[in-house]
């Protein structure tokens, strides 16, 4: 008989321009059924935050984030064992209720399934945090609730959460590293051999306010991409961010004079092979990361960079400290500065090939689905 999971999801709570989100919880479920798991999704919606396509407040039975919720599931056939709760009710609660009491681990990503009695019904619960040092600052200085307690062991994408020189509090958690998985299966270039010209990432200019900590300030990517300007002076590579900014804001015109490409992020999301055909066409991935997990040095890793690299189309991604848990140097290469951005850059347009097979290469060996899951499970005793 499989083992059992629940897997605590955010897919409908961001249901318009939300591909990357979307998988961000996504690969979790397929990664635990592809490690031959039994595998169960579970969500909660507030009927007063439903929104449509342009954002605007709507009943839930007719928005975008119960469309979402129907369509991811029914396509990657996970429908029949999934739960949304809208205001905490669900018309299956039962079937999931006694599924938990069957499920050996309920794998709560971020935080965000709160049903006590759902998750005391589990044999162990498990915290997955993909926003490390916010997570914890939140926690600490801002006294936000983020639903650590009731929870056996914590996970973090920070794979250097805890160790004496991240500088981001640890909440007196022990923290088990882990990479965020790739399906594969859904993942895979059918044509790596045709690189796109441009380098491209997807991204929020600024998402959410800057934080304090220890008397320093915990930023988004937009501090990071400023000092970055000029980088296209110094590289023949070209340079694209698919992005919220448009076209009248004072940092587009910025960046666009200085020889960086801006598009608009958002039509880009729908459907999510779309978004998927964004990355394959693309030269590679060059991304910040944000200010908070540079500073921290946190060892934050991302979950769209393993999409690149699962395409077979190498990442230059910033240094928080990742570099300490996966190979450097071919297919994924470390920066922390223009110079060292625009040598990786270079480096890579100097045998593309070499690193393109590289790329796909670390995404099977480390980040694979199965390959995730079953070094999580061992790092869990399980």
Known sequence: MARKIIIGVGIANYPVAAAGNTWAFLQWALAFRDAGWDVWLAEEVESAKCIDDDYKKIDFPHSANRRHWKSTLAEFGLNEQSTLFVDHQAANRHALLQFAKEAELFLNISGHFKDREIL?????????DLDPAFTQIWAEVYKSNMNFAGHDSFVSVGMRMGAPDCLAPSMGIRWIPTLPPVSLDHWTNPDPSSPGKNWTTVTHWYGYPAIEYNGQWYD??????????????????????????????????????????????????????????YLATSRGEFCVAKNGYVR??????????????????????????WSEFLPAGEGLLSFTDADSAAHALNSVAADYEKHARAARQIAERHCAGPVVVNRLLENLGK
């Open 120 to 128: 005391d019904a589990t044999a162990h619960r498990v915290y997955v």
């Open 220 to 277: 988004n990517k937009s501090a990071e991409f400023v000092k970055l300007l000029q980088l296209p002076a110094r590289t023949r590579e070209k340079l694209e961010i698919a992005t919220d900014l448009t076209p009248d804001l004072q940092e587009h015109k910025d960046f666009t004079s200085a020889g960086w490409h801006l598009t608009l992020a958002r039509p880009l999301n729908t459907p999510w092979q779309k978004y998927r055909d």
């Open 296 to 321: 921290s040095r946190c060892g934050w890793f991302s979950d769209r960079s393993v999409c690149y690299l699962a395409l077979g189309r190498p990442v230059v991604l910033q240094e928080t400290g």
